[in-house]
């Protein structure tokens, strides 16, 4: 199995991890965001609790 390059001291996505919109978003189960609230998107969903955005990862967004 390939590492999945997370950011260090986390369990986000770095840019060239191997984990990056390879999910299956068609199981049952899948949440519509990830643990910080942002939307997965349709198709290209990542990996893993958090998905990969904007270079690196974004910023804690919270649901209001």
């Known amino acids: 199995s ?3 390059l997370f950011v260090s001291g986390s369990h986000k996505l770095q840019s060239g991890s191997p984990c990056k919109d390879t999910a299956d978003d068609s199981a049952p189960s899948v949440p519509d ?5 942002i939307p997965r998107p349709i198709h ?21």
């Open 44 to 64: 290209i969903t990542d990996m893993g609790a958090y998905e990969y955005a904007l270079g690196s990862f974004l910023p804690l967004i919270k649901k209001p």
């Open 33 to 37: 965001r990830d643990h910080d609230g």
């Open 2 to 4: 390939a590492d999945p």
